[in-house]
């Protein structure tokens, strides 16, 4: 079968770029829309550089340029956009232009985070407006009948992973932890925890598949779902040591959300919705709408928790 044509917007971002990687890694043509300031800026330069050496097809433009996006998604069969949650909403002059030109086989918005259609932070969400933008692009690209498929893979392992949930840390905790809630129960009050370079195979993987076709992919390996406890438990086995805990009860927690900036205010966050609410955990991965990405793919090699920890050792 031939491989679908991909455009991906984003891939001077960090997640943009691996998808651009892994769309040319499995031997899809690759295009990127790619804003003109980028090439004089020295690290997108060079990121650039490298793509292109690897075979992607660059177009200048940009998400509010109309004539662009066209030109650009008139190309290609598969758009995958790849902006920051902050430009979420950018993307319906993008979703307008793929319902006109009607030929895209495959859409996969900007989630790429936790469901945000399961998401318990209403009340939080209102102060930081973070959840309810994806809910709305979601709604938008299934209102216009545009093929989609999105892609639910929790938290990225470079957030919050390297500090052991600790916010304002840059290295996990070898003293005292402190531990939100009551940090408990396996696999309900748990954060989910992927590489981004693995959601971009997995992501990849979901282009031309017909399972995946108007879904929600879900990366929840049992390996990369963890607890407060469990984490903290599995770094004392590595580095040897028992950590002193400290307890910060939910109230707190709350307290200390709304009185925090950017950005530990958005890790606080996320530590309440994944580990105190289970907003990644407390569903089941269900038809009609869920599919499970590490069933579907069980070939696509990823990073667990643990093997991540042991680079922080
Ligand atoms: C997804 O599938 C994998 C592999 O079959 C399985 O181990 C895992 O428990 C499933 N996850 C969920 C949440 O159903």
Redesign the pocket.
């Known amino acids: 079968m031939e491989k679908s044509k991909i455009l991906i917007i984003g891939v001077t971002g960090s997640l943009g770029y691996h998808l651009a990687e892994a769309s040319l890694k499995f031997c899809h043509p690759t295009f990127a829309l790619v804003r003109h300031s980028a090439f004089s800026h020295p690290i997108k330069a060079q990121k650039l550089h490298s793509l292109s050496q690897g075979g992607a097809t660059l177009l200048t433009g940009s998400m509010e340029d109309e004539t662009a996006l066209a030109e650009a998604v008139r190309l290609v069969d598969v758009v995958i956009c790849a902006v920051s949650a902050q430009q979420c909403l950018h993307q319906k002059l993008l979703i307008r232009v793929i319902k006109q030109l009607g030929s895209v086989k495959r859409f996969i918005p900007s989630e790429f985070g936790s469901d945000p259609t399961r998401a318990h932070v209403s009340e939080l969400d209102d102060l930081y407006n973070f959840y309810a933008p994806k809910v709305e692009i979601r709604g938008l690209v299934e209102a216009e009948g545009i093929p989609y498929t999105v892609i639910s893979c929790n938290f990225f392992m470079k957030i919050l992973l390297p500090s052991l949930a600790q916010p304002g840390l840059d290295a996990p905790p070898r003293d005292k932890v402190t531990v939100y809630g009551n940090g408990n129960t396996k696999g309900f009050f748990a954060g989910v925890f992927m590489k981004e370079s693995d959601v971009a195979a997995f992501t990849i993987s979901t282009v031309d598949d017909p399972r995946t076709l108007n879904k929600v992919l879900?990366l929840?390996?049992?390996e990369n779902v963890c607890s407060l406890n469990e984490l903290v438990e599995m770094w004392e086995i590595k580095i040897g040591k028992k950590l002193e805990r400290l307890h910060v009860s939910e109230g707190e927690l709350l307290q200390k959300i709304k009185g925090t900036s950017y950005p530990a205010n958005y890790e606080l966050l996320f530590i309440y919705s994944a580990f105190i609410n289970g907003d990644h955990?407390y569903f089941?991965?269900e038809p009609p709408s869920g599919v499970?990405?590490?069933?579907l793919y069980?070939h696509v090699k990823y990073t667990t928790i643990s093997e991540f920890l042991d680079t922080l050792v």
């Open positions: 879900y929840r390996p049992p955990t089941d991965i499970n990405g590490t069933q069980p």
